[in-house]
């Protein structure tokens, strides 16, 4: 049975996790060393990507009544990493600030996987949340990709 609460929650803990990849990759471009600059179009897209599925979240927290979170991650219920990679990026290597950003994927993938386990969510939300982690996947795939590459 679906429920308003949890579905609230959910959408509310994902838009959380966005915010602060958002937060992450803003401050991984400001991090970013002269030689490292090849990097930021990529931060910028995943910042925009983050800023959709945030919006997307928004609007179905909105459909169901309530108010939609606008801040990043302190304490909850799904796994909350970003804080943690956003006080690592300083004064590090290319290699360190891809380790930090594919950490916070794998933070964000566990979020998604966590929401879409949850008991009562609806099957509407269920599709979006899927297809975002799917999108997020992406994301990290690429930055996977870019660590090893350095990193071999």
């Known amino acids: 049975m679906e429920n308003n609460t949890v579905n609230t929650e ?13 937060t992450g990759y803003e401050r991984a471009v400001e991090e970013l060393k002269e030689q490292d600059s090849d990097l ?8 925009r990507q ?23 991650t302190t304490s909850g219920k799904i796994y909350r990493a970003w804080m943690d990679v ?21 933070a964000a993938q566990k979020a998604y996987k966590m929401a879409l386990e ?7 939300l269920r599709s979006i949340i899927s297809e975002q982690k ?5 994301s990290h795939d690429q930055i996977k990709a870019l660590r090893d590459s350095v990193s071999s």
């Open 118 to 124: 949850t008991e009562g969510l609806s099957a509407n």
């Open 50 to 72: 983050s800023g959709q599925h945030k919006a997307t979240l928004t609007q179905e927290v909105q459909v169901l009544g309530a108010p939609a979170e606008t801040g990043t």
């Open 86 to 106: 956003k006080a690592m990026f300083t004064g590090h290597d290319r290699e360190t600030v891809l380790n930090n950003c594919e950490f916070g994927e794998d």
């Open 134 to 138: 799917t999108d997020l996947r992406n």
């Open 40 to 47: 930021k179009p990529l931060f910028l897209q995943m910042i």
């Open 10 to 22: 959910i959408l509310n803990d994902l838009i959380q996790i966005n915010n602060d990849r958002i």
